[in-house]
């Protein structure tokens, strides 16, 4: 069984007031043409689909003309959508019914009434030309808490664990020829990278591997926004393809998707990571310690920028650190707009410290002199707030702007 494991799209996400629809739009056609050429069985999208809970009617479109797009490239592939903490469960569950005759299977929530709880609705039969090949079990994102009661002897904090274990143990009753299980959830696995997860959104709490219960052969991940790869047994992988597209700065590196092939007659799994966004974001250290010039400054800046290989089309923030003269001058707004020229979008953000000889202003006897034998012996300053203040003093005293 070949699937395409994608999670993360957070479709109507800005950056720093930049409007990404285009580059969305892009890697959904992107998307599309790779299912055009591999033809997989199965595309499940691990949650997350939208950046807000309540999308733009235009990013809604977006999302809805890419889904018939990539029906149409593969016909017979089955789509599994679930629900992200950043989703509206029931607003994208609305149109599941109509999605159904488009092979495409959305699961929001966990479906419950006072007698029971709706099991059959998390699984999903793969087949390939009238024949069952697979199962996935699609579960949405669910606080821990919340996970519904089974039965009356299972304790609260062990709801999440006996849910999982529950479903796999139905496919268990199906699936007597022993074929591939794919289990979906949007949540954080104990020792996950939690770097530009948003916690204000649905917050992140830890799940122990444990609680995902057996009988599985690929736990389809997302939530966490960087790629993730790790051995379940002999046979099974747990993985995050991560977002398609870093969401910001603390996101670098490189984004994409899994394709997979699983074989459980042989219990084997052959999976790829395809790198695929179309701008790559970098966060780059610059030591400008020896620089006498803003133009220094800048030209330090596009070296290192070259060496590490940053393409035009890409976004970058650069962080400068070292000592500098005092009467060396960072203006970050102009090293910006300079770089802007040069790449999609970039930001400056300036961590040097004063260059200071304190032993020549020790016996000075001018204002200069005075001044930072004043601003040393303050007790309640670090020594980088004395460092500025005597650098803004300074240049004050020489007569020069200083910002």
Excluded at 105 to 114: K, L, S
Aim: one cysteine or more; charged letters at 20%; hydrophobic letters at 40%.
């Amino acid at each position: 069984m070949k699937i395409l494991h994608t999670s993360d799209w957070h479709l109507g996400h800005t950056l720093y007031n930049y409007d990404r629809t285009a580059e969305q739009q892009a890697f959904l056609r992107q998307l599309t043409r790779i299912v055009t050429e591999e033809q997989p069985d199965a595309m499940v999208v691990s949650g997350d689909i939208y950046h807000y809970s309540s999308p733009a009617a235009a990013t809604q479109k977006m999302y809805t003309d890419a889904m018939l797009n990539i029906h149409q490239a593969c016909p017979g592939m089955a789509i599994v959508v679930t629900a992200g903490n950043h989703d509206s469960s029931s607003k994208l569950e609305i149109d599941s019914s109509l999605w159904q005759h488009f092979g495409l299977n959305v699961v929001g929530n966990i479906e419950r009434t006072a007698e029971e709880v709706n099991l059959y609705k998390h699984i999903i039969e793969i087949n390939n030309e009238k024949k069952t090949i697979g199962y996935v079990i699609a579960v949405p994102h669910v606080y821990p808490q919340n996970f519904p009661l089974l039965d009356t002897e299972t304790p609260r904090d062990q709801r999440q664990a006996r849910f999982f274990q529950a479903l796999l143990d139905e496919v268990k009753k199906r699936n007597t020829a022993q074929l591939p299980v794919v289990l979906m959830a949007h949540l954080s696995i104990e020792g996950s990278d939690r770097s530009g997860h948003d916690e204000s959104i649905g917050g992140i709490e830890y799940v122990p591997l444990s609680a995902m219960g057996e009988g599985y052969d690929y736990l389809a991940l997302g939530h966490i926004h960087t790629y993730k790869r790790e051995q379940l047994d002999a046979r099974g992988i747990y993985v995050y393809p991560g977002c398609l597209e870093g969401r910001g700065f603390d996101e670098c590196g490189i984004h994409g998707f899994c394709l997979l092939e699983v074989d459980v007659a042989h219990h084997k799994i052959q999976d790829t990571f395809v790198p695929f966004a179309s701008r790559r974001l970098w966060e780059a250290s610059v030591d400008v310690s020896v620089c006498a010039s803003g133009v220094d400054i800048l030209d330090a800046i596009k070296e290192t920028l070259q060496e590490m290989q940053v393409q035009t089309a890409d976004l970058v923030k650069v962080c400068l650190t070292g000592s500098l003269p005092v009467g060396v001058e960072v203006d970050t707004d102009l090293l910006a707009m300079q770089l802007s020229q040069i790449y999609f979008y970039a930001k400056v953000v300036d961590h040097t410290v004063p260059e200071i000889d304190y032993a020549a202003y020790m016996y000075d006897a001018s204002l200069k002199g005075e001044f930072v034998r004043l601003v040393q012996a303050q007790t309640d300053l670090s020594d980088e707030e004395k460092a500025k203040i005597i650098q803004t003093g300074i240049l004050a005293l020489a007569g020069e702007a200083f910002i």
